[in-house]
């Protein structure tokens, strides 16, 4: 069974602050990693992918791989109140044809602090 | 540009009756899919339409049927729905298949009494 954890938070951190979140997965292929951020009530929004071990970073936003630890991350820095949501992490098994599914883990709640 | 679009926004249903979730897109993706999300499940993978005139399953597709009507359009249908059935469904669509970005429709929020 393939799996992606996360905790579920809340995590609460001052505006400015940085906000780290983490997810893990079980699945030593996996070959792509996406965050998502959903607003209560809406919908998931793509804010980062990564598909290589090491860090890509856009805007406020870093992402983190490491496939050794099967591990990656999401930092936001400089958090401000309209970062609080829920983040999905999300996980592509394996590459090549039939690699459809993503397999998503459970979202930790962040909440900024004013 | 609308994106993904997805009718209705909410519905409730009494057992055993049937309904269809429509989904549609404008961008042109080959790769269509419908999840649904439950508190302390995260989003679970219903069917998905890797490409125009196919369809397969996903995670939890007991209980649903799809139709990829075109390149556009992808419905769910419940044929008697149950209570467990109750949840967010959202539609999402990608490019292509495998490693690429999904996005995501605004969801239909559908409860089974």
């Known amino acids: 069974q393939k799996e992606v954890e996360q905790n579920s938070g809340p995590l609460s951190v001052p505006e400015g602050a940085i906000a780290s979140l983490n997810c893990t997965y079980s699945?030593?292929?996996?070959?792509?990693f996406f965050w998502y951020r959903q607003y209560s009530g809406k919908s998931p929004e793509l804010i980062m992918f990564i598909y290589s071990n090491g860090d890509k970073e856009d805007g406020r936003f870093t992402a983190q791989l490491n496939k050794a630890s099967q591990y990656v991350s999401l930092l936001i820095r400089d958090s401000q109140p309209s970062d609080s949501a829920t983040y999905l992490c999300a996980v592509n098994p394996y590459s090549g044809a039939g690699s459809y599914q993503l397999t998503f883990g459970k979202g930790t709640k962040l909440s900024v602090i004013p | 540009n609308a994106g993904v679009t997805q009718t209705p926004k909410f519905q409730v249903l009494k057992t055993g009756q049937s309904m269809t979730l429509q989904c549609a897109q404008d961008?042109?993706?080959?790769?269509m899919y419908w999840y649904r999300q439950d508190p302390g499940m995260g989003l679970r993978l219903i069917y998905y339409?890797?490409?125009?005139?196919?369809?397969d399953k996903g995670e939890v597709p007991n209980g649903y049927n799809v139709s990829r009507l075109n390149k556009r359009e992808f419905s769910l249908r419940l044929e008697s729905a149950a209570p467990s059935q109750t949840s967010v469904y959202f539609c999402a669509s990608s490019e292509a298949p495998g490693l690429v970005k999904q996005y995501f429709g605004p969801g239909t929020r559908l409860t089974v009494t």
């Open positions: 339409s890797a490409s125009e005139g196919t369809t």
């Open positions: 699945d030593q292929g996996s070959q792509s």
């Open positions: 961008m042109n993706h080959n790769s």
